[in-house]
């Protein structure tokens, strides 16, 4: 079985401060996905990563980067966290073998104060 | 602009009952239709999927039926189940957009004993 994981279930942050989010994959997928959940909008693409070292933004990446150094982790980075970023987290990967399947990790409730 | 519409937000039916949930497209590029399903607490999972040269897909209680010429798909549950009450995503992607998928808002099933 894919598994991803994701490093907090939970977090609390404050206004300003730098938060990371990680992810980890176990199953050699090539591509990498972060998403933000919210209530009636839906999943919405930050960023996504198809090769070690390689993004491309998805349609909401302002206030956000990422890193992948390894081809296992993909890590979102929120350079100044504002409550407007009060969201869930969803990581995902998919094999980049044309399955398009996306397998997804459990989330992080992430809370800027 | 939402590049996949969703419908209804939510739906409450009757243990036994056949909810549908229906999604429409724009882009006629779009060659791959999955529906996740998210249970309270974890990521979403693949349900089904179809490509538009057939036009209706099962698996167990599941169908997906697509009409290509209105650009729409749709859901059918058959014989709702309790344990079928959770979140459901229409999505949809492209050949060579890195596996990227377009989600739509989502709908949230309630099935009553």
């Known amino acids: 079985d894919v598994k991803v994981t994701q490093s907090s279930r939970y977090l609390v942050k404050r206004t300003g401060e730098k938060v990371f989010l990680e992810c980890v994959q176990d199953m050699d997928h090539e591509n990498m996905f972060w998403y933000r959940q919210d209530p009636g909008l839906g999943l919405r693409l930050i960023y996504f990563s198809y090769d070690v070292k390689m993004k491309e933004k998805g349609d909401i990446p302002e206030g956000y980067s990422v890193s992948r150094e390894k081809k296992e982790r993909f890590s979102l980075i929120l350079e100044s966290a504002s409550t407007n970023q009060t969201s869930m987290y969803l990581c995902?990967?998919?094999?980049?073998?044309?399955?398009?399947?996306?397998?997804f990790g459990p989330g992080t409730r992430l809370t800027v104060t | 602009q939402q590049q996949v519409k969703q419908s209804p937000q939510s739906l409450i039916v009757q243990k036994g009952g056949i909810p549908i949930i229906n999604c429409a497209y724009e882009?006629?590029?779009?060659?791959?239709f999955p529906w996740y399903q998210q249970f309270p607490g974890k990521g979403p999972a693949l349900l089904i999927a179809?490509?538009?040269?057939?036009s209706e897909k099962k698996e167990g209680r599941f169908t997906i039926s697509f009409n290509k010429s209105a650009k729409q798909f749709s859901l059918h549950i058959m014989d709702s189940q309790p344990g079928d009450s959770a979140t459901y995503f229409c999505a949809a992607s492209m050949q060579g957009g890195s596996e990227k998928l377009v989600f739509g808002k989502g709908m949230k099933l309630t099935v009553n004993p």
């Open positions: 995902a990967s998919s094999s980049g073998t044309a399955t398009y399947e996306q397998y």
């Open positions: 179809i490509r538009p040269d057939v």
């Open positions: 882009n006629t590029a779009f060659d791959y």
